[in-house]
């Protein structure tokens, strides 16, 4: 589940907090989910989306407990819209 956003992120994705990453594959597609699940798995991933005209790249990494064990995830999102497309 997204349990919290901020910065940009909280205004491109906010319709995205409290949904589980599964259930958002088709809005955010196939790769973010992959990537989410691999990070549970213990690895990383990233993707690629775009959102309100936006062009984000995300990366993933697990958020470990006490005892090492992948609990949940931690996630970057960039804006990497082209400058001259915002002219």
């Known amino acids: 589940r997204v349990t919290m956003l901020s910065g940009a992120a909280a205004r491109l994705l906010a319709d995205v907090m409290g949904r589980r990453i599964e ?30 005209g936006r062009e984000l790249e995300a990366h993933v990494s697990p958020l470990f407990d006490a005892d090492g064990q992948p609990v949940g995830c931690v996630g970057l999102a960039v804006d990497i819209t082209e400058p001259e497309a915002l002219l």
Request: aromatic residues 4%; proline residues 0%.
């Open 23 to 52: 259930d958002l594959g088709g809005e955010l597609g196939a790769s973010a989910v992959e990537a989410h699940r691999a990070a549970l798995r213990g690895g990383a991933g990233r993707y690629r989306l775009t959102r309100r």
